[in-house]
């Protein structure tokens, strides 16, 4: 019904810049709030930032002021701009979106399937 597709991640120095991409697409009438997670090897998976359809948004506060999300709702696509990138950023990065395919439905959580960062020398 609805695919989420990341793109983006890759290896990167310490202090460098990536930016990630999740496009979601197929049966969507609306999608809500859409959120980046991140999943550290041998750890939970975490909240990195969250973006409403109107655009408010949360960061964590782990990255906040290097991290930054965004959205284009014409293009039901959410984006991590990722900077001063530390080795503590590692991680599987997935997104994820509140999605409506109905206008009589309440949104339904569609994950990707995520996209590895790897911050190291």
Known sequence: QVQLVESGGGLVQP?????????????????????????????????VAQISSSG?????????????ISRDNAKNTVYLQMNSLKPEDTAAYYCAADVVLRPTDYARAFWGQGTQVTVSS
């Open 15 to 47: 202090g460098g810049s990536l930016r990630l991409s999740c496009v979601a697409s197929g049966s969507i009438f609306s999608i809500n709030v859409m959120h980046w997670y991140r999943q550290a090897p041998g750890k939970q998976r975490e909240l």
């Open 56 to 68: 408010t948004t949360h960061h964590a506060d782990s990255i906040k002021g290097r991290f930054t």
